[in-house]
Antibody
Framework: QVQLQESGPGLVKPSQTLSLTCTVS??????????CNWIRQPAGMGLEWIGR???????NYNPSLKSRVTISADMSKNQFSLKLYSVTAADTALYYC?????????????WGQGTMVTVSS | QSALTQPASVSGSPGQSITISCTGT?????????VSWYQHHPGKAPKLMIY???KRPSGASNRFSGSKSGNTASLTISGLQPEDESDYYC??????????FGTGTKVTVL
């Protein structure tokens, strides 16, 4: 079955760049109509959509994060990545990658387990 | 944009039905039939329960149903079971290719 797995450093220093990777197994992100999303959840708070990569090169970002975010994909590795620049303590959160497809329009049907990232010196 | 508003908690006894509301604005819930609901057990991956307001993906129990009226969407769980105890989040497309989640609701089975 399709599985998503996040990976990356669990600790990032303030002002530095948070970098995470989502590895997809059981499906191909280059198969077309595949939306690669990043979503986060600060401790004790709700979910926040960060952005998505799709169509081989298109991206959409949450307006509140747009100036600090880049989402990209490596089709050869079946992975997509998140970079969040100039992080602060407010970026400490559980980060999820999630799939979107046309079969579930406007939704995220498969999620990774999440990876915790703490921003601290 | 602001998070969609959900009640912090809802509870019910086994076998009962409960409804969770999700209130947005005319810019998100009120404008698009792209509301989805997620069940989230802490420490686990969120699970899609409803999409496009009232559609169930394969694997989601038919005890879960969704609806929408104006700027408010709702998730109803019928025949409440102990395993339904979890956090639930709504999500809506908010235009300009962005999405907004709800504040989350903790469901307790008494």
């Amino acid at each position: 079955q399709v599985q998503l797995q996040e990976s990356g450093p669990g600790l990032v220093k303030p002002s530095q760049t948070l970098s995470l990777t989502c590895t997809v197994s059981g499906d191909s992100i280059s198969s077309g109509n595949y939306y690669c999303n990043w979503i986060r959840q600060p401790a004790g708070m709700g979910l926040e959509w960060i952005g998505r990569f799709y169509g081989g090169g298109s991206t959409n970002y949450n307006p509140s994060l747009k100036s600090r975010v880049t989402i990209s994909a490596d089709m050869s590795k079946n992975q997509f990545s998140l970079k969040l620049y100039s992080v602060t303590a407010a970026d400490t959160a559980l980060y999820y990658c999630a799939r979107g497809t046309p079969s579930v329009t406007g939704a995220f049907d498969i999620w990774g387990q999440g990876t915790m990232v703490t921003v601290s010196s | 944009q602001s998070a969609l508003t959900q009640p912090a908690s809802v509870s019910g006894s086994p076998g009962q039905s409960i409804t969770i509301s999700c209130t947005g604005t005319s810019s998100d819930v009120g404008s698009y039939s792209l509301v989805s609901w997620y069940q989230h057990h802490p420490g686990k991956a969120p699970k899609l329960m409803i999409y496009e307001v009232n559609k169930r993906p394969s694997g989601a129990s038919n005890r879960f149903s969704g609806s929408k009226s104006g700027n408010t969407a709702s998730l109803t769980i019928s025949g409440l079971q102990p395993e339904d105890e979890s956090d639930y989040y709504c999500c809506s497309y908010a235009g300009v290719t962005t999405f907004v989640f709800g504040t989350g609701t903790k469901v307790t089975v008494l």
